[in-house]
Nanobody, 118 residues
């Protein structure tokens, strides 16, 4: 099992920035990829970004490319999502996730709310 705990969500005005953090514990060696997904009210959960633990290869949804940056600190078993130039349509619950594929995950955090006001 892998345990994931997110932090850093909140309320921000459009154009602002937030940084989400995700601390991983447990059998983290079983998860090659760490990532973020989000779910807006009334919508399905969607992929946002992911990164490999070892090689640092990153993957992004088209909707966030150039605005969001995923990174990791292996010494702290922590993954970050730096979100810049936020838009109201970025409002959602953001979930940290881990797994063996870049776009599909096996373990999930509890989620953190991000609200972008216009």
């Amino acid at each position: 099992q892998v345990q994931l705990v997110e932090s850093g969500g909140g309320l921000v005005q459009a154009g602002g920035s937030l940084r989400l953090s995700c601390a991983a514990s447990g059998r983290t060696f079983s998860s090659i990829f760490m990532g973020w997904c989000r779910q807006a009210p009334g919508k399905e959960r969607e992929f946002v970004a992911s990164i490999t633990w070892s090689g640092g290869r990153t993957y992004y949804a088209d909707s966030v490319k150039g605005r969001f940056t995923i990174s990791r600190d292996n010494a702290k078993n922590t993954v970050y999502l730096q979100m810049n130039s936020l838009k109201p349509e970025d409002t959602a619950v953001y979930f940290c996730a881990s797994g063996r594929q870049p776009y599909a995950f096996d373990y999930w955090g509890q989620g953190t709310q991000v609200t972008v006001s216009s």
